[in-house]
């Protein structure tokens, strides 16, 4: 089974970002965590800030892959481009956010990809990216 995690802007600084929200925890070391935990599944790693880079590598992966684990951070919130993309591929893709986006300002209760993601998983601090890998190897 071959999977790819998605992560959008700002993720890159985990481990230094809001560390109250965040946590201590480099997403880098955390991934390592997941090859280990996730040994019999092929996991693959991609970060950026930039939306159309975000929305070019779902197109890449979006129709060979058995699914996506997407956190598109902020993009989440006001991207109609990554949802477009989310709904054009024929990959499943679960959205996930550390934190619980419903508890935090207006504007990130609203999500532009969910409508196209097969599920959603958030408020589980980084457990959640384990939560949706699990949910593709359950659905297997």
Do not use: C, W
């Amino acid at each position: 089974m071959k999977l790819i995690i998605i992560n959008g802007p700002n993720l890159n600084l985990l481990g230094k970002r809001e560390p109250e929200v965040y946590g201590n925890k480099t997403f880098e070391d955390y991934f390592a965590e997941l090859q280990i935990k996730f040994k019999n599944v092929q996991l693959e790693y991609f970060q950026s800030n930039i939306e159309g880079e975000l929305i070019s590598r779902i197109q890449e992966v979006g129709f060979s892959y058995a699914g996506i684990v997407l956190n598109a951070a902020s993009y989440t919130h006001t991207s109609v481009g990554i949802g477009d993309a989310v709904k054009a591929v024929e990959t499943p893709v679960v959205e996930v956010h550390i934190s619980n986006t419903h508890k935090r300002e207006e504007f990130r209760h609203v999500s532009y990809i969910s409508s196209g993601a097969k599920g959603v998983i958030l408020g589980f601090g980084l457990q959640s990216y384990d939560l949706a890998i699990q949910a593709f190897i359950d659905s297997k």
